[in-house]
């Protein structure tokens, strides 16, 4: 099913029910509930609002019989958030206030912006709406605390259920929120989170890990499927992946642009750089990041080179050979002006090539940006356990 770009995701519903116990003495207690009983999909945080009405912690809620962490603050009110109808939550990064969604509200580990990469603390980057919601919590509880009387029991229920249900028609009160859905969604390829993101490229807002290889690897298989049903001819498949490639390295080198600090001379350079031209980019990046895309690849050097040499023949001069490509290419079988006949091989072997070639920026580009380990533990178990299943 394709889904439209930027749609409202409405709230999943449910029911947070204040107990407010006054005793014969005046003295008042109150209990959180929470209940759902619609068939959509949820799934709920907690988290601790200050008395003022706004978030100042996760709560980690752990398991069964784990408690709680301690709040910040004293007198800090918890705060349980239902997700979307999807089962996942809308975050807007604090500072560069772009939207995304993903699978929870995380207390055990920090929240990583898919967009600038800034990495805090999850209830940092709650959404205008989520707050409004906060704070109509915190009044709703005080409320009911300041005005309950002596020797009785009372229940003050923010229902949800009634708002999701009307999502359309009247107008909606403010502590109703909703996420949106982005452009693409993605299972993050380190930490198996799921993402929902503007635009194609991210990091995995669990774990940090940049999306960009996994983008490509996805891309070339799906034309290697077409290659081999006949639905793409091997000098478009030519043409395809290495514009894939091209996207997707130029977007490591977009983020080494923008996180690593460097002389405005490094930046022209490197905002120029032809991912077209092996000799071009194995110099600049050996030489400002120690990055060596053909690590391991000498043997296909000459293969790749041959072919990106081609992908601009099929690009720009309608398939026949040029000049510059019989001086270019090493191509010795071809002369200029011949028509290139381009074979399924040849582009089933760049492909391999390319995923090796994007494979290692992948690698060396996290180990200057580490990911976050907890998220990846947690995976590498679940694989374990997977794996042991299975044996
Ligand atoms: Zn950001
Ligand atoms: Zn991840």
Redesign the pocket.
């Known amino acids: 099913m394709t889904r439209e770009d930027f749609t409202e995701v409405g709230h999943t519903g449910g029911k947070v029910t204040f107990t407010i116990i006054c005793d014969s003495e005046g003295q008042v207690k109150h209990q959180i509930g929470y209940s759902h009983s619609s068939p959509r999909p949820a799934s709920l945080v907690g988290v601790y609002a200050h008395p003022d009405g706004f978030a100042c912690g996760n709560i980690d809620m752990g398991g069964i019989g784990t408690p709680w962490n301690a709040p910040p603050f004293p007198n800090c009110i918890a705060v349980m958030m239902a997700s979307d109808s999807h089962g996942r939550f809308g975050h807007e990064?604090p500072?560069?206030s772009?939207h995304f969604r993903s699978d929870n509200i995380p207390a055990k580990f920090l929240l990583t912006?898919p967009?600038?990469g800034?990495r805090a603390e999850s209830y940092h980057f709650l959404t205008p709406p989520q707050k409004v919601y906060i704070s109509h919590y915190v009044e709703s509880l005080y409320t009911a605390i300041y005005e309950a009387e002596v020797d009785t029991t009372r229940e003050v229920v923010i229902d949800m259920d009634v708002l999701a249900d009307s999502v359309t028609g009247d107008p909606r009160p403010d502590f109703y929120y909703t996420s949106t859905a982005q452009q693409t969604e993605f299972k993050c390829s380190a930490c198996n989170s799921y993402n929902d993101i503007r635009g194609k490229y991210g990091y995995c807002s669990s774990c940090g890990w940049r999306n960009s290889a996994e983008q490509q690897r996805v891309a070339l298989e799906q034309i290697r499927s077409k290659l081999k049903s006949g639905d793409v001819s091997a000098s478009v498949a030519v043409k395809q992946v290495v514009s894939e490639f091209d996207a997707a390295a130029r977007d490591y080198v977009n983020q080494l642009i923008s996180h690593v600090p460097m002389k405005e001379s490094r930046v022209k350079q490197l905002e120029k750089i032809l991912f077209h031209n092996i000799d071009n980019f194995e110099e600049l990046l050996s030489k400002f990041f120690d990055i060596s895309l053909l690590k391991g690849m000498a043997a296909d050097r000459s293969f790749v080179n041959k072919m990106f040499c081609r992908r601009h023949v099929y690009e720009h001069d309608g398939g026949v050979a040029t000049t510059r490509y019989v001086e270019k290419s090493g191509d010795t079988d071809i002369v200029e002006g011949d028509l290139i006949r381009e074979t399924v091989n040849n582009a089933h072997k760049l492909i391999g090539c390319l995923n090796r070639m994007i494979a290692t920026f992948e690698t060396d580009f996290q180990e200057m940006f580490p990911p976050e380990e907890f998220c990846i533990e947690v995976e590498k178990e679940r694989r374990e356990r997977i794996g042991q299943r299975n044996a």
């Open positions: 990064c500072r560069c772009k912006c967009y600038c800034v």
